[in-house]
């Protein structure tokens, strides 16, 4: 059978050289974008009639073509035929075949695809790649007629640059149907990921059965209530109705069996030993203080954990991971091990006494017990670990792998302990972060990450060490769900940063043009709509930057990737129409304005209005030295603090300046003797997020940089968000204007955070 098939792959090979001779075709709109193909004027039509044939072992492979066939068409192909191992028709006429050959194909998830007038042919290393090249006929294939289905002729080899390429979904803040779960598992396959990290336990509820604890299913799996709005609104606001909801083990058994038929491995997450609050709401004696607790209503960190001194917390999740791993064949299981707050157990009796049997300094050695008794457990039955890059302190449990998700300092950590790494960054790859910085966009947890932020993230260079890299195992998105309240909000923020995350995975390095791959998303909209997901199509809506920044004046600049269509845009508060003036060059302004704009695509509108205020003052362009830099997140040059932008709300346009355990101290040059009659600036309170306002901020004056006597000062930001401060003062002329904002320092008892590091955030400094 082998003689005979590649005498037959070298009939198509040469059948290919043949159509190179043909009229070359456009590129398909693929994702991720395969290693090799050329397109040809050929055409294969898939019908009622036309043959299916696969090796013993494909038969899974070609009942999902003929499910996928089914769906866009409402008929069925032809009954599938199982070639014999002896022998296999040389000359196929309209057929479909699926074969996995090890000689021809050499590594694994490789596919060859070759589609002439006469014949489709997958040729793959194993069943993986079988289905990778089913996924790419989905994506070829466009409706001819009521059951017709044409390919363009084409020559495509492919394989993955990353053998692990992941999506998370958290169904514990919010719970999600089956028929969404597979859904979403059929998005995976679609775009050739082959990890569905399911998060199934958190604070917010407990989200499968688990027979041996009922009670995981009565209390845990529900909540009383559920906040309204972003957690850094105060007071909280509640719905009043309860929620909640666990998939059955018989619907898990059905998850992953639809998921396996279609070569995706599903890895459970069971949390610990943080995010157990629903847990021990059902199970108040697997806590340090024993409760009673209440599954949680809103967002964040507990300070409530598994009590780590406790042997009948080991019982407990050792008997639930019993369960979980008869339900799960995936070699890994996830065990959380991120975001455990130590305060329960520094005041815990029991775990004080286990650290002092185990010999262990601190309790993030406890943390490191934990995980490590919990990893021996779990590699007892056959299987391994992955956990967040918390489980790195106190010492990394042995054979565990690593999910790096603040950064890269996890994964370099991880990776010359010669630990695995899947690359999961906050900033790059969380898919519930702001997709546009639009105030229309509904409450996200926060961050801004854009598409072209996720398509232009690169795991390798990221790690900086090239002796590490054959320990970063692949890329995972991150989908949790706190601000996805419903299914469709879900699929928004989902697709297509999905699509981008997806060819960072499997594409080779080298393929990266952003600009093709929104023509690529843009073709693939009628797809995804058709399988009814309600995917963000803004991604080439208007955006700005400062093309440059002096005295009293600024040059904005607009963008749009969709380089095909024209701006219009005004500056005197009117709504821009298809005749007002089109953007060419970067628009001046020397006085207060706000920029609209609108793209229009051969005169139609074709997005959202664009509008942004600038602010133009005394301190604007002004010179501005800075005596201690930001030293978080919320970081850039101190020339944010004048450059007529005021940040928003929501903190995530890179217009905030942040500061831990350390002052806001700058001096602004006017250029000389200014007569000054207020200042002010903007500052954030948010106890929520940490964020609070100066215990004071002050104002100073001087005319020669060196003497300042004092101009304002307030202790008054009464704001739950932008206290926006503006002080009239007495005239006074001076060239030098120092602002002092002072840090609060320690978070105080009873707050959020309470022990850590306040975070100062400060923005646009006016002087009028």
Known sequence: MKRLLLISLLIG????TMSQRKEAAAQAALIPLPVTASYNT???FITPKTRLLADRGNEGAAALLQEYFRQQTGKALSPTVTLPE?????????????HTDTMLVKQPEEYLLHITKEEVIITAYDAAGIVHGIATLRQLWHREGPATLALPGAVISDYPRFGYRGMHLDVSRHFFSVDFIKQFIDQLALYKINNFH?????????????????????????????????????????????????????????????????????????????HALAALTAYPELGCTKGPYKTAQFWGVFDDVFCAGNDSTFTFLQDVLDEVMALFPSTYIHIGGDECPKVRWAHCAACQLRMKQEHLADEHELQSYFIRRMSRYINSKGRKIIGWDEILEGGLAPGATIMSWRGVEGAVTAAKQQHHVI?????????????????EEKTAAGGYTPLEEVYHYDPLHAAGDTSLLPYISGIQGQVWSEYLDTEQQAQYM??????????????????????????????????????????????????????????????????????????????????PGPTSKRYISPVLLTKSSTIKAILYQQGQRTNRLFHQSFSINKATGAGITIRQAPNTK?????????????????????????????????????????LIRQVGANCLNYHWQKMWPPTALLFEVSADGVHYTPLGTTTAFPVNGINAIRLSVKPVKARYVRVLARNKGVIPAGEYGAGGNSQLLVDEISIN
Not at 13 to 16: A, K, M
Not at 214 to 234: C, F, N, Y
Not at 643 to 656: E, K, L, P
């Open 42 to 44: 050929d055409s294969f």
């Open 86 to 98: 002896t022998s296999l028709p040389q000359n196929g006429s309209h057929r479909i075949v699926l």
């Open 494 to 575: 989902i697709y297509p940063r999905m699509l981008a995350m997806a060819e960072r995975a499997w594409s080779p390095q080298t393929a990266r043009d952003y600009a093709d791959f929104c023509r690529r998303v843009k073709a693939q909209q009628p797809l995804l709509k058709a399988l009814h997901i309600a995917a963000a199509n803004n991604f080439e809506e208007i955006n700005y930057s400062i093309d440059s920044l002096a005295k009293g004046q600024l040059y904005v600049s607009l963008h749009s990737s969709d380089t095909t269509a024209t701006i219009r845009y005004t500056t005197d508060g009117t709504l």
């Open 198 to 274: 399911w998060h199934l336990t958190d604070d917010q509820g407990w989200r499968i059965e688990i027979k041996k604890y009922p009670k995981l299913q009565s209390v845990a799996a529900w909540r009383d209530q559920t906040m309204i709005g972003h957690k850094k609104e105060l007071p909280h606001q509640f719905d009043g109705k309860k929620y909640g909801g666990f998939y059955t083990t018989e619907e898990v058994k059905a998850v992953v069996a639809y998921a396996a038929a279609r070569q995706i491995t599903v890895i459970p997450e069971i949390e610990m030993p943080g």
């Open 423 to 439: 690359m999961t960054p906050e900033d790059e790859l969380y898919f519930d972060h702001y997709q546009s910085l639009y105030p």
């Open 634 to 674: 919320y970081t850039g040059d101190a020339s944010l603090l004048v450059n007529g932008i005021a940040g928003s709300n929501r903190y995530n346009d890179q217009q905030w300046l942040g500061f831990s355990n350390r002052d806001l101290e700058v001096v602004i040059d006017l250029g000389s003797e200014q």
């Open 13 to 16: 090979v040469g059948n290919t």
